[in-house]
């Protein structure tokens, strides 16, 4: 279950942070989500708070190493990405939050009139609210990343005299990489659509899918210029992109399952 926490405030925070503008109203939308899912862990669910504030502190890591602007990286890198994912297996392995619940929520669940609600566990449920927001923008943040690895001038900037915290630095404008359009919308629907048809075990579409972005995308990529850089970005970003919606449909398979 911290699993699924971990995720729906990543999740809940990133989609704030791309969709609001100002940064007062980042943070207020993003005070009042973590407050609601605090409170629907603790009071819904009855897991203690001191649980509740491991994968709390683990999404402020996240929010202070990464960033959702389009044109700037941060010097992490893919290593928060890299964290999470570490998270997530040690809480497969040791995390026993989710036996034992009660709360509002669990009263809800067991009364449920929806077959297909009842028959899942509130743990497999919450995981696959959290792996959805995860996809939508966290996992664009991954992608990004993976496009653009650490150089010279991806470096922070520290002006002289400065003093300020490693995880208050900005870093510079990302190298320029060529930018298939509509790949930041493209690429939410695209990973949703791969978690549920692998779970649905519709296979042979994912690979329909992902045979026809290749279509789609051939004549953009066939007009690169000799340093082929749209196939680089397209191969990789589409590789990574994949990677997540696979590995989160497997979390909720195993999640389902055990």
């Known amino acids: 279950m911290l699993g699924a926490i971990l995720l729906v405030l990543i999740g809940s925070a990133d989609l704030a942070r791309s969709g609001i503008s100002s940064t007062l109203g980042r943070v207020v939308a993003i005070v009042i989500a973590w407050l609601a899912v605090i409170l629907l862990a603790t009071l819904g669910l009855g897991i203690a ?5 491991i994968p709390v502190l683990l999404a402020v890591a996240w929010l202070a190493t990464t960033t959702t602007s389009i044109d700037r990286r941060t010097a992490p890198g893919i290593v928060p990405a890299v964290g999470v994912l570490l998270s997530l297996l040690a809480f497969l392995v040791w995390d026993r939050t989710s036996l034992g619940m009660s709360g509002f929520i669990v009263d809800w669940h067991a009364g449920v009139v929806s077959a297909v609600i009842s028959s899942l566990s509130l743990a497999a449920l919450a995981v696959a609210v959290g792996v959805t927001l995860f996809a939508v923008e966290s996992a664009n943040l991954v992608v990004r990343a993976a496009l653009r690895p650490a150089t010279a001038a991806s470096k922070p900037v520290i002006m002289p005299g400065s003093r300020s915290p490693w995880w208050k630095r900005t870093a510079a404008p990302a190298l320029a990489v060529a930018d298939l359009r509509g790949g930041r919308l493209i690429g939410p629907v695209e990973r949703v659509l791969i978690i549920a048809l692998t779970l649905a075990g519709a296979l042979p579409i994912v ?12 004549p953009e990529i066939s007009n690169d210029g000799a340093g082929g850089s749209k196939a680089e970005y397209f191969l990789v970003g589409s590789l990574v992109s994949w990677a997540i919606a696979v590995a989160g449909a497997g979390l909720i398979w195993i999640t389902v399952a055990g």
């Open 207 to 218: 690979a329909g899918l992902i045979a026809a972005k290749g279509i789609v995308r051939f």
């Open 49 to 53: 708070v001191w649980w509740v504030a």
